[in-house]
């Protein structure tokens, strides 16, 4: 924790991951008096475990839009917060095997370029200029996104942490949340290891913690979180430049390549849901590597030299949830983001701003409400799940 604790606050942001800093900056730069609190240090929940995959790649319009707009700050954040985060535009390729109904991404190509992304569907025979590891003869066509891009977690929270400060508001780390006080239906106050804060508002950033944090209003969130396990391959002296980010569509198996080595995951479906964060390869590992001889043998040959694992917060269509709780007087939230929260930080961070301000927000997120889990439910689950 720096400086004097506050006694109040117009707002309070609780979670200190790429979703609370991009918030806290839009905020303040409106000239919001706004708090934000970390119980950790600045993006130590999931961000700091982002492979930082930027796409628009998504069957959602919302998500389709808010990660466009995410490319684009990201594109040109090195310049506008003069803080470098190492943006690659090295395009998403998604495999595609017999399994996945081709109209479901053919719908997909649609809808991308009725929003100007330049994506296509390519045949086999094109993969290997692309990504040259991947077995083609596995599979009967790619997705090919050349404008997606990747950039790094970390800096990028530090560069809209560093601009939020500037612009006036007030961030403090290894400050936990305990409580939510309100009356007449109204947020009051809240109550932290540090001290409470007088405030009006509440905007929940916590990421796969939202609901500890929801629940502090009476408030079910329908957030899951499950453990996402990474690998990264031993330094290679010779490697080609290779920054694709390659998924295998059918089974969430990826790979990228970081400086002079590869990151690869694969998102196990037995995984059961929890907040473990041991890195456990025993049961995971034979299974990622059955995956990767499928989709990239040539990766079996090199050597694994760390790993490590990190949480998605998974909600039941795999789309996030972003808003204004109905049930108390200004509780904002933005959580769930299932895997893809990194890229959608900067349309987040405006979209909350706009929320509080009572501003109509730059995209339609009515749909992507936490009530369209309330009653009766149905609705087309994301296609481009990694
Ligand atoms: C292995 C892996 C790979 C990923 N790859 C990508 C990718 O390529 N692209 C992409 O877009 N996304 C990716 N993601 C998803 C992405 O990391 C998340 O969606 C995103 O970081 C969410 O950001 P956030 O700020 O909402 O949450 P978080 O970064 O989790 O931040 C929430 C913060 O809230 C804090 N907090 C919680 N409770 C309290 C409390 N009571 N008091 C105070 N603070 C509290 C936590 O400490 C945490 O720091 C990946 C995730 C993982 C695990």
Redesign the pocket.
């Known amino acids: 924790m720096s400086g004097d604790f506050p006694q109040r606050a117009e707002v309070v942001i609780?979670?200190?991951?790429?979703?609370?800093v991009s918030t806290a900056y839009h905020l303040a730069v409106a000239g919001v008096d706004v708090v934000l609190?970390?119980?950790?240090a600045l993006?130590?929940?999931?961000?700091?475990?982002?492979?930082?995959?930027?796409r628009a790649s998504f069957n959602h319009p919302a998500n389709l839009q808010m990660g466009v707009y995410g490319r684009e700050v990201y594109g040109r954040f090195a310049e506008e917060f003069d803080q470098p985060i190492n943006f690659v535009p090295g395009g998403y390729l998604y495999l595609i095997d017999d399994t996945i109904p081709m109209e479901q991404i053919e719908a997909a190509v649609a809808l991308q370029a009725g929003f100007g992304v330049n994506s296509r569907i390519i045949e086999p025979s094109e993969i290997h200029a692309i990504s040259p590891l991947v077995n083609a003869d596995a599979f009967v066509a790619a997705l090919w996104s050349p404008d997606d891009a990747?950039a790094e977690?970390e800096p990028a929270t530090q560069g809209y942490a560093r601009a939020a400060r500037t612009a006036g508001a007030r961030l403090f780390t290894h400050?936990?949340?305990?409580g939510i006080e309100t009356v007449d239906g109204s947020i009051h106050s809240v109550s932290t290891v540090a001290g409470s804060i007088a405030t009006g508002c509440v905007i929940n950033?916590?990421?796969?913690?939202a609901p500890?944090?929801a629940k502090m209003v009476g408030w079910d969130l329908p957030i899951t979180p499950y453990r996402?396990q990474?690998v990264t391959t031993t330094d290679l002296p010779d490697i080609e430049p290779h920054e694709t980010l390659t998924i295998d569509l059918a089974t969430s198996f990826y790979f990228h390549q970081e400086r002079r080595k590869f990151t690869v995951?694969y998102s196990d479906p037995r995984e059961e849901p929890g907040y473990n964060l041991t890195f456990d390869p025993t049961d995971w590992l034979p299974r990622m590597l059955e995956k990767a001889g499928r989709a990239a043998p040539g990766l079996l040959e090199l050597g694994i030299q760390s790993g490590y694992a990190?949480?998605?917060?998974i909600t039941p269509d795999h789309n996030h949830l972003i808003g204004e709780y109905a049930g108390v007087n200004r509780f904002l939230y933005?959580?769930g983001?299932s895997?893809?929260?990194?890229?959608?930080?900067p349309a987040t961070g405006r979209i909350l701003s706009e929320l509080f301000l009572g501003q109509e927000p730059f995209i339609d997120i009515a749909p992507l409400d936490a009530a369209r889990f309330e009653g009766e439910y149905s609705s087309a689950q994301e296609t481009f799940i990694v």
Do not use: N
């Not at 609190?37 to 950790?40: K, L, N």
């Not at 950033?205 to 913690?209: P, V």
């Not at 990190?310 to 917060?313: H, K, P, S, V």
């Open positions: 609780v979670g200190g991951g790429i979703s609370g609190i970390e119980r950790g993006a130590s929940g999931s961000t700091g475990k982002a492979l930082g995959g930027i990747k977690p400050v936990d949340l305990i950033c916590a990421g796969a913690w500890a944090v996402r990474v995951g990190g949480l998605y917060a933005a959580a983001f895997g893809h929260g990194f890229q959608m930080g």
